[in-house]
């Protein structure tokens, strides 16, 4: 049981973190887009901003087991198969971006007015406005943010496990469901709350220290 | 340095900024007074650009803000320093870094010999040099002021512009950024142009002041030119048309270069006219350094034209005050 638990555990971790990696990566690009363009943004755009406004509630709203079938064309495509944690990657990313689009347009947004107005009365660019304002005083809330995208990555994560993606949520669901062996429930259960607190904690952490 | 003809701001059918033209000259303290909607901090944010006007002009130091391409126009920014009511510093920066941000939108290196030595005597000109790895809000509203001074200053600005710089700071702490202003407008030289609702901002460091309302000017001249004899838009802004007088006889309103001719005046206008006359109320105003006074006497109805006679002789600048 410890053996194939200890496999699964570092299955889920690793899809977590390279889910959270990629998706905070690409879910940049949106957010910046969206934070210059919004209304009372850098260059106002409403048609751009109604766009990736408009594609970022859509993925949000799809539940993630449909988003996960759907894409598995592309998955196979990116990947060549659809099975494995590193296939889970792809829905686990492609699911995370909006997520973390809007956390992080959101965190851009509580940046106080006042300093993006400062740093254009000093004759800064719009590229140093968002990397040297909105990002250095968004980086507490951005961290927080993608706290927030790993601990729902580690319930997308389990859903992924079902389908074929391994790691604690296909443990629980083969063995403890279909096998009855409700210790594994248990035990995978635990680890996964264990998981969220760890997370939550070193998340914790930095922003305090950030902040 | 500054010349504004004719600006012009319309939000849909609101008239923000209507038909303004003054002049600002190197080396000033010029006042932009009004009360807050007036319009005055867009007209100072059309100065660096952070704002876009409809119709008219400005001309800072010969370049004509409103057909500058985006980089021309940042290169102009760069000469024209900022100061907020709000201070807007970055909360996760510390003193030295905050100062040393506009150098980095400029392509600088904050650590560089130069720029330390740099941004340490500008805390040291602001009186904030221990205070270096300070974090914003560890200071007071007065030190986070004087920091966003320093930044304003990091560029070597050849104008400072204030946007309330002191609305949000107690009296004690006002007048002690305002003679900080002074001392950077008279040991740099720097031209400074601050809009206020406070008049004790104007009274203490301007010498020049433009009072807006409702987007216009109406009236631009010498803060004591505009306050001790002021118009009747400029009196209601300032309040003083709730003075208490008698009901009988006339009030007579006297204006004074400095306090002793104020008592001497007096006292010569009683012996030598043979009247008696009641003293309603006194003033004296500072502005930069020098006392002005007012003075409010009431006179029997009889004794008018002797009294305006002899204030006329002696050069007093006077006026009546209507009964209400």
């Given at each position: 049981m410890s053996e194939i638990l200890i496999e699964a555990t570092l299955d889920t971790i690793y899809m977590i973190v390279g889910s959270t990696f990629f998706s905070v990566?690409?879910?940049f690009?949106?957010?910046?887009?969206m934070t210059l363009t919004a209304s009372d943004g850098l260059r106002p755009n409403k048609v751009v901003y109604g766009i990736f406004d408009f594609l970022v509630n859509t993925f949000r709203s799809f539940p993630f087991v449909i988003l996960l079938?759907?894409?598995m064309p592309l998955t196979r495509a990116i990947v060549g198969t659809t099975i494995k944690p590193t296939a889970a990657l792809v829905p686990?990313?492609?699911g995370a971006i909006p997520f973390v689009a809007r956390v992080i347009e959101s965190a851009f947004r509580e940046v106080d007015h006042g300093l993006i107005e400062a740093a254009r009365s000093f004759g800064a660019s719009n590229f140093q406005i968002i990397y040297r304002v909105y990002f250095k005083e968004a980086l507490p809330s951005i961290v927080s943010g993608i706290v927030l995208t790993m601990i729902s990555l580690i319930g997308y994560s389990a859903i992924a496990g079902t389908l074929g993606a391994g790691g604690l949520g296909d443990v629980a669901i083969r063995f403890g469901y279909q096998g009855f062996k409700t210790e594994y429930m248990v035990v995978t259960s635990i680890v996964l709350i264990i998981i969220v607190q760890i997370i939550q904690s070193i998340g914790n952490f930095f922003y305090k220290k950030l902040s | 340095m500054i010349e504004i003809k004719n600006l012009s701001k319309n939000f849909g059918s609101l008239n923000v900024l209507d038909d303004i033209s003054f002049e600002i000259e190197k080396g000033e303290i010029y006042g932009i007074i009004g009360q807050s909607g007036?319009?005055?901090s867009t007209l100072l944010r059309c100065i660096n650009g952070l704002e876009t006007f409809d119709s008219g002009s400005i001309i800072v130091d010969g370049k004509i803000i409103n057909t500058l391409t985006k980089k021309e126009l940042q290169h102009v920014q760069k000469e024209m320093g900022m100061v907020f009511q709000n201070f807007n510093l970055l909360s996760r920066l510390n003193v030295y870094d905050n100062v040393a941000l506009p150098l980095q939108f400029w392509g600088q290196r904050k650590n560089s010999p130069e720029n330390k030595e740099k941004i340490m005597n500008l805390l040291r000109l602001v009186g904030l040099e221990d205070k270096v790895n300070s974090k914003p809000a560890?200071?007071?509203g007065g030190q986070q002021q004087r920091v966003a001074i320093a930044r304003a200053l990091i560029l070597d600005p050849k104008v400072?512009?204030?946007?309330?710089?002191?609305?949000?700071?107690?009296?004690v702490i006002t007048k002690e950024i305002l003679d900080l202003l002074l001392k950077i407008n008279k040991e740099m030289g720097i031209t400074i142009v601050v809009?206020?609702?406070?008049?004790?901002?104007?009274?203490q460091i301007c010498t020049k002041v433009a009072f807006i309302k409702n987007g216009k000017v109406v009236t631009v001249g010498k803060p004591e030119e505009l306050f001790v004899a002021p118009n009747p838009e400029v009196q209601a802004f300032v309040g003083e048309s709730v003075e208490i007088l008698p009901k009988d006889g006339v009030n007579v309103k006297l204006f004074f270069a400095d306090e002793n001719s104020e008592s001497h005046l007096i006292t010569t206008l009683a012996r030598k006219l043979d009247i008696d006359f009641d003293i309603c109320q006194g003033k004296l105003e500072n502005f930069r350094g020098s006392i002005l006074g007012s003075l409010i006497i009431n006179i029997q109805e009889e004794d008018r034209d002797k009294v305006f006679a002899f204030l006329k002789e002696h050069h007093i600048i006077w006026e009546e005050l209507q009964h209400e």
């Open positions: 990566i690409l879910g690009i949106p957010a910046i887009i079938v759907l894409v686990l990313t492609i | 007036a319009g005055k560890q200071l007071s400072l512009l204030c946007d309330e710089a002191t609305s949000a700071l107690d009296p809009v206020t609702h406070q008049m004790e901002v104007i009274k």
